[in-house]
């Protein structure tokens, strides 16, 4: 055996005599008789790799928020400003109707200023919180049908008539 090989593995100090080989956390090193005292003689014990278990948490109840049914709804044209008027009349800021919301402030500016305009989630609260509505029947366009009296083997080039350019000519 080497110099370097006879030291305690644990203490550094020269091991006189047989040396010992004991478990510290799982490694087995050679250890000195009195290293060896706070070391195991057996290696531990393989320990399962499933012991860990994740608590199984119940997702949180949602909110459920009751959906209208907005088929023959849209949102009015004017909704930045009804918004705004509705937020100012209950005295609220911009900030406190987001926290009322819970939604981002930057939202709440960009769909007071017109830029945006809110999701159906967010019409039902906006209605809900300012007591308001957003969404107005729509106007019924009726259809428009064309009735033509072209001939039905017409192609396109019938109908497209093509500007030439005239060529000048050198006097």
Known sequence: MTEGRNSC?????KISGKPQFRYF???????????ARFAEKQPPAPQPSS???PKKTKPRPQKKVRKKSYANLELR?????VIREAREKKGWTQKELSNQLIE??????RIESGKMQPDEVVIQKLEKTLGITLMVPTTDIP??????KLPSD???????????KKK???D
């Open 104 to 109: 981002r402030l930057s939202m709440i500016r």
């Open 9 to 13: 593995d644990v203490c550094g100090r």
């Open 77 to 81: 044209d004017d909704y930045a400003q």
């Open 154 to 164: 017409i192609t396109l080039g019938d109908i497209v008539h093509l500007k030439t």
């Open 143 to 148: 259809e428009i049908k064309l009735e033509t």
């Open 51 to 53: 012991t860990y278990k």
């Open 168 to 170: 000048k000519s050198d």
């Open 25 to 35: 956390e799982g490694a087995r090193l050679m250890v000195c008789d009195i290293c």
